[in-house]
């Protein structure tokens, strides 16, 4: 049976990507091995099947790999949250700074729905930036985020500090990154 170490084991760490001193945790390396990917899914229906979710946001572009399957699974929708630029229609946007640069992200107006609850989710949480800014967006339309789900997450990074009061969750954590 597929595990956390096994997990851990999947997971590539590509040192100085995208620029030096940063230790970039690549989950490509799930998605080519069949069984972590069916593990991450397995656990995240597990853990919110019983949730009282509205709809699942995804942040790009490797949320959306997650976010996908488990929207179809629990059959709810999903919000997709781009990088500004790539929405055709009328946005909520917000900037926000990563822990190697700065980034805007924006969802369409009509997709977002006053009142609904959320569960937004990405592959990575490090500073919880990209999270805070996907939050907002959510916010902006009159939805609300009930909590965070990342893959792996950073906590030296200190992102449930950054995201309290949200509740965060994630797979796997990695120290000293």
């Known amino acids: 049976m597929f595990s956390l170490e096994d997990l851990d084991k999947s997971i590539r760490r590509v040192p100085d990507f995208p620029k030096p001193g940063i230790l970039f945790y690549d989950i490509t390396s799930i998605l080519v091995n069949p069984d972590a990917f069916k593990f991450c899914l397995d656990k995240m229906v597990g853990i919110y099947k019983d949730a009282k979710l509205d709809a699942i946001a995804a942040i790009e572009s490797r949320g959306f790999i997650f976010a996908a399957p488990l929207a179809e699974k629990l059959g709810i929708p999903l ?95 990695y120290h000293g990154a």
């Open 79 to 173: 919000l997709l949250i781009r990088k500004k630029g790539k929405l055709p229609g009328e946005t909520y946007s917000c900037a926000y700074s990563l822990e190697y640069g700065t980034a805007e992200i924006e969802a369409h107006k009509a997709d977002i729905k006053k009142g609904a609850n959320y569960l937004l989710v990405d592959d990575l949480i490090a500073t919880g930036g990209t999270f805070k800014a996907g939050s907002e967006v959510i916010k902006q339309g009159g939805g609300n985020v009930i909590e965070c789900f990342g893959i792996i997450g950073l906590p030296d990074l200190k992102f449930r500090e950054s995201l309290a009061p949200l509740k965060v969750t994630t797979l796997i954590d």
